[in-house]
C-alpha cells in the first residue's frame, strides 16, 4: 500500500480525498517539458542524420543505430521503469531520469565517434524509459477532478501527439543553423529547468513494507519488448529475414511466459489485473495503432518534402506545423472539453476515423501536382491531426484511470510501451510496404529519373492507404472495447484495483 509524506500527493485509503494542491498546474508544466523531450528525442535527430553520419565517418548500414539506440533502450526498458517508480517514488525516479537524460544528451552532443553517439542514444533511452512513466503516474494521481484530469490529459496528449513533429521542426532549425550536435545539446538546459521546477510535484515515498524487483518478471517482459522493438527496426531486411523472423517469435514466447510467471508472482513486475480490463485494453490499441499511421506518415511526408519537392530541412519542420497545430487543438480544447460529457468510445472511434480521411487525401500525392501542399498536404494535415490529437488524449485518461495508485507506474508504462511499439512498427512495417510497391513499380515501367520519381511516390501512397485501413479497423476495435466512462473523482480517488476488472 502506498504512503506518502504529504496529505495532498496522494489519497489516503479512507475517508475523503482531500483537497488538491494548488500547484499542481504549475507541475503540469513541469511534466510537460519532460514529456516533450522524451517525444521530440525520438525524431529530432532524424532531419540532422545526414549532417552526423559526414561528420563522424558513420557508415550507412550503421547510421540506423543513431535512431535504433534509442528506441530500443527506451521500449524495452519502459516496464521496469513503471515498477520502480511505483517501489521508490515517482517523484524521485522523475528527477533521476531528467538528470540522467540531460546527462546523456551533453555526451550524445559531444560525441567524438559512431560508437560513443550510439552508447549516448541508448542511455537517454534509457532514462526515457524511466521518466516517461513516472511523468504520466504523476498526472494520474495529482488530477482527480474529471474536468480538470480531462485538461491536464489535453496537454499530455498534445504533447505525446505533436511532440514528434516538434521534433522535426527544431530538427532542422538547429541542424540548417547551428550544428547538428546541438539536436542533442538543447536536452540538457530543458532538463536543467525541469529539474528546478521539480518543487512543484507532490511528494511520495512508494510502495511501503516488504518489495523487491520481479527480476523474472523483468527479464521476460523486458527482452520480450526488446526483441520486438530490434525487429521492427529490422524489418527493411524485408519481414521475411530469418533474424526478423526469429526475433518475433522471440519476443512474441517471451511475453507470453511472462504473463504466465506474473499470474504465480506475489509482487509482479505488471500486476495483469491493470492489463484485462475491457476499456484499458481497448484505449491502449487505441495508442498504439494510431502511432502506425502517425509515424509511418512522417516518414514518408519528411522525403516527400525533402528529396521530391526539395524542401529544405527548416521549410520541411515548417511544413508539419499544422499537424502539430490539429493535435494540440484536438487534445487540449475538443477532446479535453467532451471527455467529461461522454463515453471515452464516442470520441475516440470517430476521431480515427477523421484521422484515417485525412490520410486519404494523401493517397492522391504525385510527384508533380501544382500546388500539392495547399491542395493535399495542409487539409489531410489538418484532419490528421484533430483525428489523432481527440485519440491520444481520451485514450491515455482511460487508460490510467481506475488504477490504484501503487499500480499507477505500470499503468503509466503500459501506455508508452504501447505508444512506443506502435511507432516503431509503423516506421518498419509501412517502409517495407512502400519499398516493395516501389520496386514492383519499377520492374514494370524502367529506371528513368521520372519514373523514379513516380515509383517512390507511389510506394508511399500504398503505404499510405495500408495506414487508412489500419485507423478504421482501430476505430472499430474502440467502439466495441471501450464500453466504459472514467471514473468519477471519488472514485478513482480511492481505487485501489481497477474497478471494471474481471475476478
Known amino acids: 500500500m502506498p504512503q506518502t509524506s504529504e496529505p495532498n500527493s496522494e489519497v489516503p485509503e479512507t475517508g475523503a480525498p482531500p483537497s488538491p494542491d494548488s500547484r499542481r498546474w504549475w507541475g503540469l508544466v513541469v511534466i510537460g517539458m519532460a514529456q516533450l523531450l522524451v517525444v521530440l528525442d525520438a525524431t529530432i535527430v532524424n532531419i540532422a542524420l545526414p549532417s552526423a553520419q559526414a561528420d563522424l565517418g558513420m557508415s550507412d548500414a550503421d547510421r540506423q543505430w543513431v535512431i535504433t539506440a534509442y528506441t530500443l533502450s527506451f521500449g524495452g526498458l519502459l516496464l521496469v521503469g513503471g ?139 523486458c527482452g520480450g519488448l526488446l526483441a520486438i522493438v530490434y525487429a521492427f527496426s529490422r524489418a527493411e531486411h524485408g519481414w521475411d529475414d530469418t533474424l526478423v523472423l526469429g526475433l518475433l517469435l522471440l519476443g512474441v514466447v517471451m511475453l507470453a511466459v511472462f504473463t504466465l510467471v506474473e499470474r504465480r508472482t506475489g509482487q509482479p513486475m505488471l500486476p495483469l489485473r491493470v492489463v484485462v480490463h475491457r476499456g484499458r485494453g481497448g484505449s491502449l490499441l487505441a495508442v498504439a495503432l494510431s502511432q502506425v499511421g502517425l509515424f509511418g506518415l512522417f516518414l514518408f511526408m519528411t522525403y516527400y518534402l525533402q528529396v521530391i519537392l526539395d524542401y529544405s530541412p527548416v521549410l520541411t519542420g515548417v511544413a508539419f506545423l499544422p499537424l502539430t497545430a490539429g493535435i494540440v487543438v484536438g487534445a487540449s480544447f475538443i ?50 491531426g484533430l483525428g489523432i490529437g481527440c485519440v491520444m488524449m481520451p485514450a491515455m485518461s482511460t487508460a490510467t484511470a481506475g488504477v490504484a495508485p501503487h499500480e499507477a507506474g505500470a499503468a503509466a508504462a503500459l501506455v508508452n510501451s504501447a505508444q512506443q511499439v506502435g511507432g516503431s512498427l509503423g516506421v518498419a512495417l509501412l517502409n517495407t510496404i512502400s519499398t516493395s510497391a516501389t520496386s514492383d513499380y519499377l520492374k514494370e515501367h524502367g529506371t528513368s529519373a521520372a519514373a523514379v520519381a513516380e515509383g517512390t511516390v507511389h510506394g508511399y501512397t500504398v503505404a499510405i492507404a495500408l495506414s487508412v485501413g489500419i485507423l478504421l479497423v482501430t476505430a472499430l476495435l474502440a467502439a466495441a472495447l471501450i464500453n466504459t466512462r472514467p471514473p468519477s473523482a471519488p472514485a478513482a480517488a480511492r481505487a485501489e484495483q481497477p474497478n471494471e476488472v474481471p475476478s
Open 335 to 384: 477532446a479535453g472539453r467532451i471527455l467529461p460529457r461522454t463515453q471515452p468510445r464516442f470520441l475516440i472511434a470517430p476521431a480515427l476515423v477523421v484521422a484515417a480521411l485525412g490520410m486519404t487525401i494523401l493517397t492522391g500525392l504525385e510527384p508533380g501536382m501544382d500546388g500539392v501542399y495547399l491542395k493535399l498536404l495542409l487539409p489531410a494535415q489538418i484532419l490528421i
Open 83 to 221: 515498477r520502480v517508480a511505483d517501489f521508490l517514488g515517482r517523484r524521485r525516479v522523475f528527477m533521476a531520469g531528467l538528470v540522467g537524460f540531460g546527462l546523456a544528451s551533453a555526451l550524445g552532443g559531444a560525441a567524438a565517434s559512431p560508437g560513443i553517439l550510439f552508447a549516448a542514444r541508448a542511455f537517454q533511452g534509457l532514462f526515457a524509459a524511466a521518466l516517461a512513466p513516472a511523468a504520466l503516474a504523476l498526472i494520474t494521481t495529482m488530477f482527480t477532478d474529471p474536468r480538470e484530469r480531462g485538461k491536464a490529459f489535453g496537454v499530455y496528449g498534445a504533447l505525446s501527439g505533436g511532440g514528434a513533429a516538434i521534433g522535426l521542426l527544431a530538427g532542422g532549425v538547429l541542424t540548417e543553423y547551428l550544428d547538428w550536435r546541438w539536436c542533442l545539446y538543447v536536452n540538457t538546459p530543458i532538463a536543467l529547468v525541469a529539474l528546478l521546477g521539480c518543487t512543484l510535484l507532490p511528494r511520495d515515498r512508494g510502495t511501503t513494507g516488504p518489495s523487491k524487483l520481479d527480476l523474472p518478471g523483468a527479464l521476460l517482459g
